[in-house]
């Protein structure tokens, strides 16, 4: 048999191969439907990604809200939400699909090539981002050997531009099939074998109907179970996210304890102050001055990237009235850093619009008692509308960032 020959009979079993795995499900309609709803899913992690990206991350001109407070609670949560549903979506579409990797020829042409090599870049890069996302959020951190938030920022960009060239280069086929297609007699759908496209004609509506289904009630169960750690009427539903908001000392989860960050003996030191700095200007207070200024109570959620959140109240310092003991102007960046050194949150910046908010404060006590240790005692950061991250516990000085 000469290579040729070989590549023929490869092809013809390629092409029996296709035509066996042909079913009701598998059309070309039934992959526009999943895909939309994929674009849609991937659109709204994206923007919730960035959005909290950002956040850590600012460019130097940005500015965000600081209302509702429980913005970033809700956007975070939908990131989470919006990227565990992926998976039933991507696995249905993918079963849909499947078929058309053993297209014969493998690559008819360039533009051919180019097609099904965006494909295998968006299969392969969106499985790694919604796979580590996930694992992101079940906290095994042990396991990345690499920063998380860089690399799954970075992957996003592979995601979105090789989705952007697989929607160009379908778009032919997306606009045909947006809208349901009347019913078509096979001998019209011509090219194809009859074989391959019999579910062309509409036949198999009820398995086509049972396979939506089976995709929608698998994205149901997901987001039901994992959406509880967000939203509280569903925290009863909440399976697969790590934390039970409701669980922790004080009635709301830990994050890191302070034996985990190594903090005990420093955080319980009488000797504990909190230093205030702007430029030559420094001001220091132990606890006793701390209690002496007034003091504020308001609510506001601790909402972690990995998606669990919990509303709590909180009493302390006015984090503004502060830094007016030290005259920092209204517009200077803060960074506040704990008595936790090694570690990259043992310091969080705070830009103007979150450090002069009348809600951020510098907290003393969390739901009517003194802070429990694992929470940040002596003091930490609660501010509102921002990723739990930056809210930094086991405080030891703020400075003003020239
Ligand atoms: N110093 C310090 N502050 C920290 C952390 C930390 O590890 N060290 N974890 C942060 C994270 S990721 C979250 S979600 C919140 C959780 O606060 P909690 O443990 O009081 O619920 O604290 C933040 N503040
Ligand atoms: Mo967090």
Same mark, same amino acid.
């Given at each position: 048999?000469?290579?040729?020959?070989?590549?023929?009979?490869?092809?013809?079993?390629?092409?029996?191969?296709?035509?066996?795995?042909?079913?009701?499900?598998?059309?070309?309609?039934?992959?526009?439907?999943?895909?939309?709803?994929?674009?849609?899913?991937?659109?709204?992690?994206?923007?919730?990604?960035?959005?909290?990206?950002?956040?850590?991350?600012?460019?130097?001109?940005?500015?965000?809200?600081?209302?509702?407070?429980?913005?970033?609670?809700?956007?975070?949560?939908?990131?989470?939400?919006?990227?565990?549903?992926?998976?039933?979506?991507?696995?249905?579409?993918?079963?849909?699909?499947?078929?058309?990797?053993?297209?014969?020829?493998?690559?008819?042409?360039?533009?051919?090539?180019?097609?099904?090599?965006?494909?295998?870049?968006?299969?392969?890069?969106?499985?790694?981002?919604?796979?580590?996302?996930?694992?992101?959020?079940?906290?095994?951190?042990?396991?990345?050997?690499?920063?998380?938030?860089?690399?799954?920022?970075?992957?996003?960009?592979?995601?979105?531009?090789?989705?952007?060239?697989?929607?160009?280069?379908?778009?032919?086929?997306?606009?045909?099939?947006?809208?349901?297609?009347?019913?078509?007699?096979?001998?019209?759908?011509?090219?194809?074998?009859?074989?391959?496209?019999?579910?062309?004609?509409?036949?198999?509506t009820t398995s086509r109907r049972a396979f939506?289904?089976?995709?929608?009630?698998?994205?149901?169960?997901?987001?039901?179970?994992?959406?509880?750690?967000?939203?509280?009427?569903?925290?009863?539903?909440?399976?697969?996210?790590?934390?039970?908001?409701?669980?922790?000392?004080?009635?709301?989860?830990?994050?890191?304890?302070?034996e985990d960050a190594e903090v005990v003996q420093?955080?319980?030191?009488? +000797?504990?102050?909190?230093? /205030?700095?702007?430029?030559? *200007?420094?001001? =220091? &207070?132990?606890?006793?001055? $701390?209690?002496? @200024? %007034?003091?504020?109570?308001?609510?506001?959620?601790?909402?972690?990237?990995?998606?669990?959140?919990?509303?709590?109240?909180?009493?302390?310092?006015?984090?503004?009235?502060?830094?007016?003991?030290?005259?920092?102007?209204?517009?200077?960046?803060?960074?506040?850093?704990?008595?936790?050194?090694?570690?990259?949150?043992?310091?969080?910046?705070?830009?103007?619009?979150?450090?002069?908010?009348?809600?951020?404060?510098?907290a003393l006590e969390l739901n009517g008692d003194?802070?429990?240790?694992?929470? +940040?005692?002596?003091?930490? /950061?609660?501010?509102?509308? *921002?990723?739990? =991250? &930056?809210?930094?516990?086991? $405080?030891?000085? @703020? %400075?003003?960032?020239?």
């Open positions: 048999m000469t290579p040729r020959d070989a590549i023929a009979v490869a092809g013809r079993a390629m092409t029996a191969y296709r035509a066996a795995l042909a079913a009701p499900e598998r059309t070309a309609r039934m992959a526009v439907v999943l895909g939309r709803l994929l674009g849609l899913a991937f659109l709204v992690c994206m923007g919730t990604g960035l959005y909290s990206h950002f956040l850590q991350d600012p460019l130097p001109w940005m500015v965000f809200p600081t209302r509702p407070v429980q913005l970033y609670q809700w956007t975070q949560g939908l990131h989470i939400t919006a990227g565990i549903i992926c998976f039933p979506l991507i696995l249905g579409k993918l079963h849909v699909v499947y078929p058309q990797l053993f297209q014969t020829p493998p690559v008819r042409s360039f533009p051919h090539f180019l097609e099904r090599a965006s494909i295998a870049l968006f299969v392969a890069s969106s499985l790694v981002q919604i796979t580590i996302g996930f694992i992101n959020t079940v906290q095994w951190y042990q396991l990345f050997a690499f920063p998380f938030r860089q690399t799954h920022y970075a992957l996003s960009f592979v995601v979105i531009g090789s989705l952007a060239v697989h929607i160009g280069v379908k778009l032919p086929v997306i606009l045909r099939h947006w809208r349901t297609q009347p019913r078509k007699p096979v001998a019209a759908t011509s090219g194809v074998t009859g074989r391959v496209h019999r579910w062309m004609d509409g036949s198999g939506l289904a089976t995709v929608g009630a698998g994205s149901a169960v997901v987001a039901l179970t994992t959406a509880g750690q967000s939203f509280a009427p569903l925290q009863p539903l909440n399976l697969f996210a790590p934390r039970d908001p409701r669980v922790g000392p004080q009635g709301l989860p830990v994050n890191r304890t302070a420093l955080a319980q030191s009488a +000797g504990w102050t909190l230093s /205030i700095v702007a430029g030559a *200007r420094r001001i =220091v &207070l132990d606890r006793e001055a $701390l209690r002496e @200024l %007034e003091q504020r109570t308001v609510d506001l959620p601790i909402a972690c990237v990995e998606g669990w959140s919990r509303m709590a109240t909180w009493t302390g310092v006015r984090l503004s009235d502060l830094l007016d003991l030290v005259e920092a102007p209204a517009d200077a960046r803060i960074r506040a850093v704990s008595l936790e050194t090694n570690s990259s949150y043992g310091v969080s910046e705070i830009g103007p619009e979150f450090a002069r908010d009348e809600l951020t404060l510098v003194e802070l429990d240790i694992d929470h +940040g005692y002596p003091a930490r /950061i609660i501010s509102p509308g *921002r990723p739990g =991250v &930056l809210q930094t516990k086991w $405080l030891s000085r @703020l %400075e003003v960032i020239a």
